[in-house]
């Protein structure tokens, strides 16, 4: 392994008292860190301090990339002042180094072989080079995803280098796909964190109670606030699942055979099919937990992906619920799939749905919210975050028909379940729904083929257990 310089003591070193937030993004061992933040949170100093006890270790190489070099130069200027400056190595001659905005030439090159610099992305020709050991993205928002996979990430192989990525976030771009990677368990490499300007309790002692953090937000536009102080990715006007905050929302869930579960459905051919999982706690609490979300595909086909994906021990299925506009996919999906509802009244007020949606998302007494996504749940993620209406400036119109046409899939699947549930009273177990003696012949009462019945609807099926659907193995 090798050579590690502690932090904490370096820290100490230099006078450098991190706040708690702050922490937690220098604890973190991720090869890829990526944090976004409101204004005055401390990003530039955190980033330049974690950077910093890496200088300190021979041969190392260390690229400082702004989209332009005066963005560059933020995080340079902190280290500069404190290992030039405090720690008193700007009196040793050996140090090469070099301070000039203007020609744009920004490096220290110690005497142990390692060197940092500032690069800027518009001059694309010098982002090549030997392998580096780290490249901290400044304000990565304002950079290309172009100059991250083209230039930068390569550059990191040789050494498996690491990055750093710290910005004040700009809507759903692809430092969003990034930061959204580290907070799925599946990527270990990467880890986020979301930091709103109030995490900073050196400058706002109060946290969000703070009177400078209130007056911004009675005298700032409320998606400007969220944004630039919140460090919300996703707020902009217009944005119908407002409550909905992925650091919050998003939460793994393991199913439970002791809760009951449903299936709602929004159908689709050339547009997605979405079938969103779901469970209802104890407490009213519904946990998302799975999704279905295939275009280009029949109903049978759908039906049949479903009935044969690995399922969890104990699994069942209480119900399901559909978009009573295509009344041939609700009967086909009872016959062949699960007892499905589809009241009309859960597709025509959509408003009512919506509020209900809403009332679930809010937080509850115990500090938890009603409403959780597991993190595999992309495609409904996605949809909560961009769902939006849209601005015409024609009072007398439903917000229906103002709201997206598209990317909505999921958001009307979950609409029509939470509406049969909490509005319509769809509560009943499967079992109360229909007599098993009216199934259809291989029809368990979980809605499963079962026995022969499967090996006579498709002879075909390899002992793998696994078919081939239009060229894709499943």
Request: aromatic share 12%; glycine share 10%.
């Given at each position: 392994?090798?050579?590690?310089?502690?932090?904490?003591?370096?820290?100490?070193?230099?006078?450098?008292?991190?706040?708690?937030?702050?922490?937690?993004?220098?604890?973190?061992?991720?090869?890829?860190?990526?944090?976004?933040?409101?204004?005055?949170?401390?990003?530039?100093?955190?980033?330049?301090?974690?950077?910093?006890?890496?200088?300190?270790?021979?041969?190392?190489?260390?690229?400082?990339?702004?989209?332009?070099?005066?963005?560059?130069?933020?995080?340079?200027?902190?280290?500069?002042?404190?290992?030039?400056?405090?720690?008193?190595?700007?009196?040793?001659?050996?140090?090469?180094?070099?301070?000039?905005?203007?020609?744009?030439?920004?490096?220290?090159?110690?005497?142990?072989?390692?060197?940092?610099?500032?690069?800027?992305?518009?001059?694309?020709?010098?982002?090549?080079?030997?392998?580096?050991?780290?490249?901290?993205m400044c304000e990565a928002c304002k950079h290309t995803k172009d100059t991250w996979e083209r230039f930068l990430q390569p550059a990191l192989s040789d050494k498996r280098g690491s990055a750093i990525f710290t910005t004040t976030p700009h809507g759903q771009d692809w430092v969003y796909e990034l930061w959204q990677l580290g907070m799925n368990e599946e990527f270990p490499d990467y880890e986020s964190w979301q930091y709103p300007s109030w995490e900073n309790r050196i400058i706002y002692p109060t946290g969000a109670d703070d009177p400078e953090i209130i007056r911004m937000q009675k005298t700032m536009s409320n998606d400007w606030f969220l944004q630039e102080i919140g460090a919300d990715f996703t707020s902009f006007s217009g944005k119908i699942y407002g409550e909905f905050v992925e650091k919050t929302h998003v939460v793994k869930h393991e199913y439970r055979p002791d809760w009951p579960n449903y299936i709602a459905f929004d159908f689709g051919f050339v547009n997605p099919l979405a079938a969103i999982e779901f469970q209802i706690g104890p407490q009213d609490t519904i946990h998302i937990w799975r999704e279905h979300y295939m275009p280009n595909m029949t109903m049978d086909d759908h039906i049949f992906l479903m009935q044969h994906r690995i399922q969890p021990p104990g699994y069942k299925i209480d119900l399901c619920f559909g978009d009573a506009a295509d009344p041939e996919a609700v009967e086909k999906l009872s016959r062949e799939f699960c007892p499905t509802l589809a009241d009309p009244v859960s597709k025509e007020n959509w408003r009512e749905g919506v509020e209900t949606v809403k009332r679930s998302l809010k937080m509850r007494e115990n500090g938890v919210p009603g409403l959780t996504v597991d993190p595999r749940c992309r495609n409904t993620i996605r949809e909560f975050n961009n769902y939006k209406s849209q601005d015409t400036g024609k009072a007398d119109r439903n917000p229906r028909e103002d709201a997206k046409k598209n990317d909505d899939h999921a958001m009307d699947a979950i609409r029509y379940g939470l509406v049969h549930i909490f509005i319509l009273g769809a509560r009943t177990r499967l079992s109360d729904v229909i007599d098993p003696n009216t199934l259809k012949p291989g029809l368990s009462d979980s809605g499963y083929i079962s026995g022969n019945s499967f090996v006579e609807r498709f002879p075909n099926l390899s002992s793998s257990g696994f078919v081939t659907l239009g060229g894709q193995r499943f």
């Open positions: 392994m090798g050579k590690v310089i502690d932090k904490a003591a370096y820290f100490k070193e230099i006078g450098y008292e991190p706040h708690e937030a702050q922490w937690g993004f220098h604890k973190s061992l991720a090869r890829f860190k990526i944090a976004v933040c409101g204004r005055r949170f401390g990003k530039t100093q955190m980033t330049a301090k974690d950077i910093e006890p890496l200088l300190l270790i021979p041969g190392k190489r260390v690229w400082l990339v702004g989209s332009t070099y005066a963005l560059g130069e933020k995080e340079f200027r902190v280290i500069w002042q404190d290992m030039m400056v405090k720690l008193g190595f700007g009196k040793d001659n050996e140090i090469r180094r070099s301070y000039n905005l203007q020609q744009g030439s920004m490096f220290i090159e110690f005497p142990w072989d390692t060197k940092i610099e500032v690069k800027s992305a518009d001059r694309k020709d010098t982002l090549v080079g030997d392998g580096l050991d780290l490249v901290v």
